[in-house]
């Protein structure tokens, strides 16, 4: 992959993100626009990009990818945690600042960065791949464990996990696995309508940058720290240790441009439902999807000379 190829693909992500933000600050997506679009990504055309990705070839070594990749994606979410609540403890943190600091250091943006990033390199068959295997991980940890930390005590929900999302990846398991494939047209809507994701999610970032005050962002030091630890010292960790334990490249590659992706912005809705540190973890989002600009690059690159993609 060349650094002109990558260029050129980074540069219309942030492009479209630029679209967002245009569209926010002149009025024409209007607050709360950026939640109503994510209901409509979350809901409806991420769930036909799922399902639009049955096309692919079936058979076990295509879901012996999408487990293995979930799984290295938990182990390395679980580990990040760990990090992150000794930094947290030698920090002095309160509860709150100790919950985003986990959440959003830990759990990346893999979808609405992830998903063009991964279809923008590995293809959007194969990117949809890892981006269906970074959900499940991404839900199983959010649902479990962060929500722990927002609101001590309280169980996981089962129904937290029932979202068309999720029933969508459930789907797609399913006929991969008995080799099932959709119907002509049935096929020609999903793809048509899934393809409306991308460019949607990436305006949601826009939207959200819009709304933050960004002279703000370079304010607060603990931004620093989360930003250094989500966009370069994390992905690059994961980076080499795959590299050593000799995974794949493929998988490796296809893991490491999800780890790669700026602070996840559920763990910010979250933050901002249970009023704990709201503006700390929206400023976290917003710093590190700019720092994201220069680390992915340098990142994706660096994966690509390593794992020869």
């Avoid at 650094?3 to 607050?31: D, R, S, W």
Wanted: charged share 10%.
């Amino acid at each position: 992959m060349s650094l002109a190829v990558l260029m050129g693909q980074i540069l219309v992500i942030f492009l479209e993100i630029g679209v967002g933000f245009a569209a926010a600050k002149a009025g024409v997506l209007g607050p709360g626009a950026g939640k109503t679009l994510s209901g409509v990504i979350m809901s409806v055309t991420l769930p036909c990009t799922l399902l639009a990705s049955t096309n692919l070839p079936a058979g076990g070594d295509t879901i012996l990818r999408m487990v293995k990749a979930a799984l290295l994606l938990e182990i390395f979410f679980v580990l990040s945690a760990v990090a992150c609540l000794w930094v947290a403890r030698r920090l002095g943190c309160t509860p709150g600042q100790k919950a985003v600091l986990v959440t959003l250091t830990v759990l990346p943006n893999s979808t609405f960065i992830g998903l063009p990033l991964a279809s923008a390199i590995l293809g959007p068959e194969t990117g949809m791949l890892y981006v269906a295997a970074g959900m499940v991980a991404f839900n199983l940890f959010f649902f479990t464990y962060a929500t722990q930390l927002f609101q001590p005590g309280q169980k996981p929900a089962l129904k937290s996990f029932i979202t068309p999302a999720n029933l969508a990846t459930v789907a797609m398991v399913v006929m991969l696995l008995l080799g099932l494939h959709l119907a002509g047209p049935l096929q020609s809507f999903v793809a048509d309508v899934g393809g409306c994701t991308t460019p949607l999610a990436l305006m949601v970032v826009g939207a959200m940058l819009a709304e933050s005050d960004l002279a703000a962002l370079f304010k607060t030091p603990l931004l620093y720290g989360m930003t250094l630890l989500r966009c370069v010292v994390f992905p690059l960790g994961l980076m080499l240790v795959l590299h050593l334990a000799g995974v794949e490249d493929g998988l490796a590659m296809g893991v490491v441009i999800l780890a790669a992706c700026p602070c996840g912005s559920l763990g910010a809705v979250l933050a901002k439902q249970q009023e704990l540190e709201a503006e700390l973890a929206s400023q976290a989002v917003a710093q590190s999807t700019l720092a994201s600009a220069i680390t992915i690059p340098v990142l994706l690159m660096g994966a690509g000379v390593l794992f020869g993609i």
